[in-house]
């Protein structure tokens, strides 16, 4: 049977980069929705109901960031943001947004289909299904849901923080290394600031109702990584 090909949603306004892009991404097997606004992209997802999401920050009715946002309300699609160089801001709000990772200006169609592949490969990745939930004090992750519950309550996590929410939980009472968290949360193509390992540790906290200073759930081992409390110390 023949491979379904995977459609890419573009946003991005600017005609210099949605055309080549475009042109590689159909040479390498995908079939590629152009939007250049907010209004149209999110019009556009609703209708074709893209494989992945390349979405540009700075658009003419409105900021790549609000589209982020509303697509995580109704939807997991991945999400590469795409980014003005020396812009760290611009990529860390994005990341606490939900999307799964980014690109930054200017690139090469070779490096856009590289993290595309990654992301998707990632996202398709096999056995969840046949992992059985994690329980650990009044958290609760169902692999096969992708859901968390905090005392019963559904929490409202990005792909990236359930992703490396699992990988602590089933690593509970044992320290997990950052190097050990980018290769299997980001894989080893990822090429980015060390702060967005911070920064999803920061939101998962957040949600978790933690606090920094006297964690319940998630320990800093400093200099090392990071640990999730076991059930024995609760």
């Known amino acids: 049977m023949q491979q379904r090909r995977r459609t890419i949603l573009l946003v991005e306004d600017e005609i210099s980069i949605t055309e080549p892009l475009a042109e590689a991404l159909g040479r390498e097997g995908f079939d590629t929705q152009v939007a250049s606004t907010v209004a149209e992209s999110l019009e556009l997802a609703s209708r074709v109901d893209p494989d992945l999401v390349l979405l540009d920050v700075m658009l003419p009715d409105g900021s790549g960031f ?3 946002r509303e697509l995580r309300q109704r939807s997991r699609v991945p999400i590469i943001m795409l980014t003005a160089r020396g812009e760290e801001a611009d990529r860390i709000v994005g990341l606490e947004l939900g999307a799964d990772d980014y690109v930054v200006k200017p690139f090469s169609a070779r490096e856009v289909v590289a993290r595309i592949r ?15 939930p994690i329980e650990i004090g009044e958290v609760r992750l169902d692999p096969a849901k992708r859901e968390v519950t905090k005392d019963g309550e559904a929490l409202e996590l990005s792909r990236k923080e359930f992703e490396l ?12 290394t950052r190097e050990q968290a980018f290769e299997e949360v980001w894989d080893t ?3 980015g600031s060390t702060k967005t390992l911070d920064v999803h540790v920061s939101g998962l906290r957040r949600k978790l109702g933690d606090d920094s200073s006297e964690p319940r759930f998630l320990h800093t081992v400093r200099g090392v990584g990071f ?3 076991s059930p024995e110390e609760l």
């Open 227 to 229: 640990r999730f409390t």
């Open 165 to 176: 929410l699992r990988l602590l939980m089933r690593n509970a009472g044992s320290v997990v």
């Open 189 to 191: 193509t990822w090429l």
């Open 66 to 68: 609000d589209v982020c």
């Open 118 to 132: 990654a992301v998707l490969r990632r996202t398709d990745s096999p056995g969840e299904a046949d992992e059985k």
